[in-house]
């Protein structure tokens, strides 16, 4: 299902989705004729994109789930051939809440949920104020869009080094500000290990996913008429009342997709916690990604790490399809 | 519809008032602010002698010193690193937009058995932990290489392929918005003038979408530019990625810190730079080409 | 036509994952051959101060190899980051190098893949011998009882280091010998914002490393004889509760150390912060932050009571570099060649004089270089006091788990929740209940 991004330029109005398949009318004009459909050039030319899709992403991840029905351990990982089948034994370790493994897996999803939770709607927040407030020209507008670009702009590893060193309990610019400068807290507080440290996680994580958020919705903001604001000025509608009644809701289709996109991203994301926390993140801030990597590579238990993988996937799948669900709904209802 | 960009000059009588100006220059002086203090960290580390980098955080730094902006260049071959990083991004880049482009265009104007079952494929991508497919790929490249010769692993070949991939689902995702919202008016305009479909892409399609096809440019180049994981197993010293071997400057008994600091922004300045020109482009109206 | 498509790309998909399934691993040549007598690969870890450095030191080495023996050794020196990721990909492929550097730790569980060339006596002969080598090194290098996958070949111990003015301030005249004495000396250091010890908290290997000699001090040995996980102990919980109270009880450790993973507490004892730290050798580190080498010095790590020894008197694990050759080299002739060149007397001098640790080679020990203060009590630690870690196949399974017990307990003393007994010992359950097989 494919969520159309942008809003139709004469109207205002989202234009028709191309779920459908072959032949759904757009706005009245003559589908295009069927020598061409029958053709077979939208096969072409989705030829070089599905090859590349099978090869890279599908193929190793249909042999990934395959590993997760073996026992492929240190024993097994050269010749993966040999490795005994072992159902779903895999993942009932991985599910059976009661003992270690389960309960930290659990317990890891949990803190990704919440992370995550926190990390987009704050990426968002702040991606979607900064382009609002960068529609009108100013002095300096161009410099502050290059700016808060910088963050993208930068590679992972220099950045979130930059904010472990920031965090650093004794040496930081965080406590030496919080604690020595404003004397906010009482004592230095840890960021990097201990209950702090998801806040930790969500500022470097806010902090390098804003910009992209910014970037795609600047982009997206450029496609709203003038006339609309005209109009509503005219009709006396303040600058936060045309935020709320236009902007946003002519908003809303990229922002369902940055949304989702954002989210399946943030959920997976391993740079982060690794280059912040090492390879043993604190269980505040233990993030799934880490967690099956400690299961995977660290304890070269491949097949254990594989069925959370799954498992993972299971979820996100869930969570994608619920959601599209509920934003086609809402779309087709505001067309009532 | 006009272009936005520029053409405010002055204040006219629909301008915001007072209080929204005052929140908008809070609002943007707090995000800049956020922005700029771990740069500003980064920069004053980067002219620190190695021991002040550990020592007590100071607003003004003592010591100033450029040497860490020479020792970059020798305790990691940092200039091959960036070669080998443009080449990889700007190839995977390049190749991943005219396939998503191609790809797009034939979801946003085709109807055909099997869309459904592409686009939500391509969308699963996503949600899947790249260390789970990790080994499996490299499993697929060597059986390549051994079957047919072509070495993939360790390669750019190998990168490339695998970087111009992971981007492809967004990409095509975005870009058929963008098609959408290009009015088939324009093609079908374009092929009774007797272009074949694949004309009518590149002569009105394409450049209708420039700035959909541009931000999706730098979001290809920009995954391909930072992607760590896929690079530290594919590459050997020869063909090894800026993103990887920056952590060269952790060595086995010291990390200098100040270098890591001064080799991330020596390679982020032509990266900005980039962004800096490409701006206009993202910003200018999405449906230009729509307007006759 | 829809049902036919899909099953035909199922079809295709399945027959592709077997393919790509049954063909894993390099078990296409068992043994190894000569096919490539002509070349070889080798994958050096990076033991100097860069990576460049590292060429520049071995490139002229594998010269004088080539002209040796008409053997062109293709060098790649790979980061630490990257290096077990490499081997992992390189086993689960078949394609990799002919001769790698291993962190020793990861010996046993590398054996366990099946991908590396046993040393048995026959091979052991074609580099000179098993003797020549220091048997804990070779203990270092794989499961007991079964040849080893790999050969020792940078070797180096832990040692204690102290700072001397602030021994000589506090009027402290030696440096101890037993943990009593450093707990007490600790605590006449531990004042105006200086501290008696450093200690990497959140370093997984470093904390495993220091809890394992305790462990050995108090007679538990984390795995029993069967190789099962035997983390809950007496001595287990006895030794790991002693290390975490040198920040909880003693208070001689910063609580900030709990934090430390990038050899901050190496940095704070070369400012002046820490009087002593145990590590391994850490003298170019030293230097590198602006210390002077006359204003440190190098004691063995203490012991309960009594001298430094073996069994219960050990006072390190065996720490180094070993070297493996890939069973399915193309060149297992030119191999071992190379192994017999990088572990003979000459180089091992050379090598270990450069990267600054000890020749697990006997005769190459004599050499005077070794015999400096610093280099003398790495060596005799590791020819008298040192012990393997345990060679498991899990090996890494405990780093992560007892490390991060330890992590999280230090963590706790930082934040001044209490550290006793009972918690130490039911972080070690649940750390012993992750251990699969």
Known sequence: ?????????????????????????????????????????????????????????????????????????????????????????????????????????????????????????????????????????????????????????????????????????????????????????????????????????????????????????????????????????????????????????????????????????????????????????????????????????????????????????????????????????GRKGSHA | MPSRDGHRAGRSPMAAPRSFLWTRRVVLTLLAGFVLLPVYVMISSSLKPLQDVSGKFRWIPRGLTVQPYVDIWDTVPLARYFVNSLIVAGAATVCSVVIAVFAAYAVSRYGFRGKRVFTVTVLSTQMFPGILFLLPLFLIFVNIGNSTGLALYGSRGGLILTYLTFSLPFSIWMLIGYFDSIPRDLDEAAMVDGCGPLRALFRVVVPAAVPGIVAVSVYAFMTAWGEVLFASVMTNDATRTLAVGLQGYATQNDVYWNQVMAASLVVSVPVVAGFLLLQRYLVAGLTAGAVK | MRHLRAAAAITLAVSVVAGVTGCGGGTSSDGGSNESPKTLTYWASNQGPSIEADKKILTPELKKFEKETGIKVKLEVVPWADLLNRILAATTSGQGPDVLNIGNTWSASLQSTGALLPWDDENFEAIGGRDRFIDSAVASAGKEGEPPAAVPLYSLSYALYYNKKMFADAGITAPPATWDQLVEDGRKLSKDGKWGLGAEGSNLSNNIHQTFVLGQQHGADFFDEQGKADFTSDGAVAAVKQYVDFMAKDKIIAPGNAEYAQNQSLTDFAKGRTAMVLWQAAATTFAAQGMKPEDWGVAPVPVPAGAPGAGKQTNSMVAGINMAVFRNTRNIDGAKKFVKFMTSDAEQKILCKTYGSIPPVKAAQSDPAFAAPELKVLRDTLATSAAPLPQVPNESQFETAVGTAVKELFADAAAGSPVTTESVKARLEKAQQTMQG
């Open chain 1, 1 to 329: 299902m494919t969520a159309t991004v942008t809003t139709d330029p004469g109207t205002g109005k989202p234009a028709r989705g191309t779920t459908r398949g072959s032949g759904g009318a757009r706005r009245g004009i003559p589908r295009i004729p069927d020598r061409i459909r029958r053709g077979g050039l939208p096969y072409l030319l989705l030829l070089p994109a599905v090859l590349l899709e099978l090869l890279i992403h599908l193929i190793p991840m249909v042999v990934g789930i395959v590993m997760s029905f073996r026992q492929l351990t240190q024993f097994f990982i050269g010749n993966w051939g040999a490795a005994p089948w072992t159902g779903l034994e895999n993942y009932e370790i991985a599910v059976d809440f009661d003992a270690p493994i389960g309960e930290a897996l659990l317990h890891s999803f949990f803190v990704t949920c919440v992370f995550t939770f926190f990390a987009v709607g704050l990426a968002w927040l702040f991606g979607v104020t900064a382009a609002i407030m960068l529609q009108e020209s100013f002095r300096g507008r161009g410099f502050l869009r290059t700016l808060f670009l910088v963050p993208y702009a930068l590679p992972v590893y220099a950045a979130v080094i930059t904010w472990a060193f920031m965090f650093q309990r004794d040496n930081g610019l965080v406590n030496h500000v919080l604690h020595d400068q404003l004397g906010i807290t009482d004592q230095p507080s840890f960021w990097l290990i201990g209950d702090n440290s998801i806040y930790a996680l969500i500022v470097v994580s806010v902090w390098k996913g804003w910009p992209f958020a910014f970037l795609m919705l600047m982009a997206a903001l450029q496609n709203i008429p003038r006339e609309l604001y005209e109009a509503a000025a005219i009709e006396g509608a303040g600058v936060w009342q045309q935020i709320r009644r236009i902007t946003m809701p002519s908003l809303r289709l990229v922002n369902q997709v940055l949304v989702l996109v954002l989210f399946l991203w943030t959920f997976n994301d391993f740079n982060t916690p690794y280059v912040l926390f090492g390879k043993a993140a604190p269980a505040g801030a233990d993030l799934i990604s880490i967690h099956i990597y400690q299961s995977s590579f660290v304890t070269w238990n491949f097949g254990t790490g594989s069925a959370m993988s799954v498992l993972l996937l299971l979820f996100l799948l869930v969570v994608t399809a619920v959601y599209l669900f509920l934003t086609s709904r």
